[in-house]
């Protein structure tokens, strides 16, 4: 009984040890780089942080006040775990820079509240707000084409 409990035991502590590693990795992996401020990031988050197609990225907060303040802006609505997003952000990212076009991330996987309060049915879904309000969507992947299309009538007007 006594060499079960000590196996348990050195089990428990590996877990432990591992658990605290993962942490303290990802915790250097976010210094001084993190665009969500202190929130605590979802690993697949942290992975996209050196990612260059995933640089503009916009806090909820900062979009409402934002909307809020009446801004025109397009915002990317976008989770790191979504395989379609993973398809459309380097044709989208790319277009946007080649367009001239300011395109804002929002990670709905870090703010899931995102779902509710812009309603989004799926991801990738792309969003024009003109003084502060909707007046242009498309969900799910497209291609480059596509894209472009939208982009060129709803945003570079």
């Not at 934002?66 to 993973?86: I, M, N, Q, R």
Request: aromatic content about 10%.
């Amino acid at each position: 009984m006594k060499k079960i409990v000590l196996f348990l035991g050195i089990i428990l502590v590996l877990f432990v040890g591992m658990a605290y590693l993962t942490g303290k990795q990802n915790e250097e992996k976010t210094k001084g780089k993190n665009p969500y401020g202190d929130k605590s990031l979802f690993p697949e988050t942290i992975a996209q942080l050196d990612d260059p197609n995933y640089q503009n990225i916009i806090t909820i907060e900062n979009l409402e006040k934002k909307l809020s303040a009446g801004e025109d802006l397009t915002v990317y609505f976008y989770s790191p775990t979504c395989s379609h997003c993973k398809k459309a952000t380097p044709i989208l990212m790319p277009l946007a820079k080649e367009l001239d076009i300011e395109i804002v991330q929002l990670n709905v996987l870090e703010y899931e509240q995102a779902w509710d309060i812009f309603r989004i049915e799926g991801t990738p879904t792309l969003i024009r707000f003109e003084d502060g309000k909707e007046t242009a969507r498309v969900t799910g992947g497209r291609d480059k084409s596509e894209y472009q299309e939208w982009l060129e009538a709803n945003v570079a007007k």
